[in-house]
T-cell receptor, first 115, second 109 residues
Framework: GAGVSQSPSNKVTEKGKDVELRCDPI?????LYWYRQSLGQGLEFLIY????????KSGLPSDRFSAERTGGSVSTLTIQRTQQEDSAVYLC?????????????FGEGSWLTVV | SQKIEQNSEALNIQEGKTATLTCNYT??????LQWYRQDPGRGPVFLLL?????KEKRKERLKVTFDTTLKQSLFHITASQPADSATYLC????????FGKGTRLHILP
């Protein structure tokens, strides 16, 4: 597609369940990012993938959070044993890479509500 | 630690005036800074990028400056309009892109 695509757009889950959020980056983009944004707050960096390099996981808040990127394209963010504080919008972004100054393009986000 | 800070959480500007937003960075010398706009319920959208060797960059009514001595970038919107009301984010990073908390700009008619 023309832009970054995220699914689901909205997810309501019960506390303790696992959730998977999917991101389809722009075709050809080598870099992929996940951010979290709680209501009224700034963008919190979670994880960054660049090509075949090991991902930068320094922003993942706990070991309940993990992400993978298959074939250098689609990425899945998994949250295990969800807690109410995990409620937020999870934003995925992709970038062509450093040569262009790493301008990143965001999807519309996956809105997660843990009840 | 490396920080990027936007000091104003919110800013109210009268329509037609110039809005100026500030972004400061510490313990870091970014090769470039970026500015994004975010509307409620939407993902951020890229506006401008300025490199460390550029003092100023313009795009229509937008202007960004980069002062490596002050460790600061200023973002200006001239002849502001109510449609410019949004949250504006600055970002730094050569690889991992880190965002400031944003400034909510309200243009008052």
């Amino acid at each position: 597609g023309a832009g970054v695509s995220q699914s689901p757009s909205n997810k309501v889950t019960e506390k303790g369940k696992d959730v998977e959020l999917r991101c389809d980056p722009i075709s050809g983009h080598t870099a992929l990012y996940w951010y979290r944004q709680s209501l009224g707050q700034g963008l919190e960096f979670l994880i960054y993938f660049q090509g075949n390099s090991a991902p930068d996981k320094s922003g993942l808040p706990s070991d309940r959070f993990s992400a993978e990127r298959t074939g250098g394209s689609v990425s899945t963010l998994t949250i295990q044993r969800t807690q109410q504080e995990d409620s937020a919008v999870y934003l995925c972004a992709s970038s062509p890479g450093r040569a262009t100054g790493n301008t990143i393009y965001f999807g519309e986000g996956s809105w997660l509500t843990v009840v | 630690s490396q920080k990027i800070e936007q000091n104003s959480e919110a800013l109210n500007i009268q329509e037609g005036k110039t809005a100026t937003l500030t972004c400061n960075y510490t313990n870091y010398s970014p090769a470039y800074l970026q500015w994004y706009r975010q509307d409620p319920g939407r993902g951020p959208v890229f506006l401008l990028l300025i490199r460390e060797n550029e003092k100023e960059k313009r795009k229509e009514r937008l202007k960004v400056t980069f002062d490596t001595t002050l460790k600061q970038s200023l973002f200006h919107i001239t002849a502001s309009q109510p449609a410019d009301s949004a949250t504006y984010l600055c970002a730094r990073g050569d690889d991992k892109i880190i965002f400031g908390k944003g400034t909510r700009l309200h243009i008052l008619p």
